[in-house]
């Protein structure tokens, strides 16, 4: 059993910054995945960034350049650091954890808000 809980949404004027972070309590040790998907509304859920236990970091385009994402293993957490917040941002982002690679079952956050305006 995996409990993924998310943090750090909230309201940033556009060109800001936020960072999330998403820990999974479970006892299962080197997780080989996490990352962020986000999904706003009227819209399908979108991948936004990885981190694996490798070192390995993916990013969907429209991200790229603009948001890092980082893990601390020991502590089973993710982060995602989004700069320069644009309009087409908010969503609500939710972290997902993929605790083995030879297997498909992954687990999900509730997800945190993020808003983006003036």
């Known amino acids: 059993q995996v409990d993924v809980v998310e943090s750090g949404g909230g309201l940033v004027q556009p060109g800001g910054s936020l960072r999330l972070s998403c820990t999974a309590s479970?006892?299962?040790?080197?997780?080989?995945?996490m990352g962020w998907y986000r999904q706003a509304p009227g819209k399908e859920r979108e991948f936004v960034a990885f981190?694996?236990?490798?070192?390995?970091?993916n990013y969907g385009d429209s991200v790229k350049g603009r948001f890092t994402v980082s893990r601390d293993i020991a502590k089973n957490t993710v982060y995602l650091q989004m700069n320069n917040l644009r309009p087409d941002d908010p969503a609500v982002y939710y972290c997902?954890?993929?605790?083995?690679?030879?297997?498909?079952?992954?687990?999900w956050g509730k997800g945190t808000q993020v808003t983006v305006s003036d």
């Open positions: 997902n954890v993929e605790p083995r690679s030879w297997q498909t079952m992954s687990y």
């Open positions: 479970t006892t299962i040790n080197n997780i080989f995945r």
């Open positions: 981190a694996s236990l490798r070192g390995t970091l």
